[in-house]
């Protein structure tokens, strides 16, 4: 079955640096999402990319959609404490969706 | 805007106890979809609705079912409860069936003691 990978696990970033964090499937996807789940909260979505090579931009986070639409990227600069929390990035094959383990992100000062 | 609902928010349970979930879809929202969350893990697909009838299952146990009703509401009947169900359950809403934008309620927190 459709498998989605994400890496790292967990990104400890000073604040002010910047972070990516990756995610990778097995089969290639109609779309993916990314969504961010704060600490005892819910996930809440993000965005979502369609097409081939897609770059979305939301402030200081920046979305990749790659060519074979298989992986897919969460740019954060000058990261901030209201960054934490943990990024699930969800691929969407055969209208099934498939969350990645999720890049849990610490922000120290 | 109206979000997604979900009821009640924090649950215990004994075990062998059965707990009902119920979730209400932002308006106009078709597709119903009901997650399970561990700790420190990613929510793991249980089971989907679309226009009130089952359009996928994923890991859901057989102590486990659920249905959606005609005002496209959902619950999750759990049965036989085991100290594994303790857990965060969410509930997703999207319109147009699955590979739509799933939106999030804010889960039921399910402990069995």
């Known amino acids: 079955g459709q498998q989605v990978m994400q890496i790292p696990q967990y990104q400890h970033v000073q604040e002010g640096e910047d972070f990516t964090t990756y995610c990778n499937s097995s089969?290639?996807?109609?779309?993916i999402q990314w969504y961010k789940q704060r600490p005892g909260g819910h996930p809440v979505f993000l965005i979502q990319?369609?097409?081939?090579?897609e770059v979305k931009k939301q402030k200081r986070l920046t979305f990749q959609f790659g060519e074979a639409k298989k992986n897919s990227s969460l740019h954060i600069t000058a990261t901030q404490t209201t960054d934490v929390g943990t990024y699930f990035c969800?691929?969407?094959?055969?209208?099934?969706?498939?969350f990645g383990a999720g890049t849990t992100v610490t922000v120290r000062a | 805007a109206a979000g997604v609902i979900q009821s009640p928010r924090h649950l215990i349970k004994e075990k062998r106890e059965t707990a009902t979930l119920k979730c209400y879809p932002i308006?106009?929202?078709?597709?119903v979809y009901w997650y399970q969350q561990g700790p420190g893990q990613d929510p793991q697909f249980l089971i989907s609705?679309?226009?009130?009838?089952?359009?996928d299952k994923g890991s859901i146990p057989d102590r486990f079912s659920a249905q959606q009703f005609s005002d496209y509401h959902s619950e999750l009947n759990m049965s036989s409860l085991e100290l594994g169900d303790s857990a965060l359950y969410f509930c997703?809403?999207?319109?147009?069936?699955?590979?739509?934008?799933?939106?999030f309620g804010p889960g039921t927190r399910l402990l069995v003691l």
């Open positions: 990319l369609v097409k081939s090579g």
């Open positions: 969800a691929g969407n094959n055969d209208y099934k969706l498939s």
């Open positions: 089969t290639t996807l109609s779309n």
């Open positions: 609705f679309y226009e009130k009838m089952q359009s």
């Open positions: 308006p106009r929202h078709d597709t």
């Open positions: 997703a809403s999207s319109k147009g069936g699955q590979g739509e934008t799933q939106y």
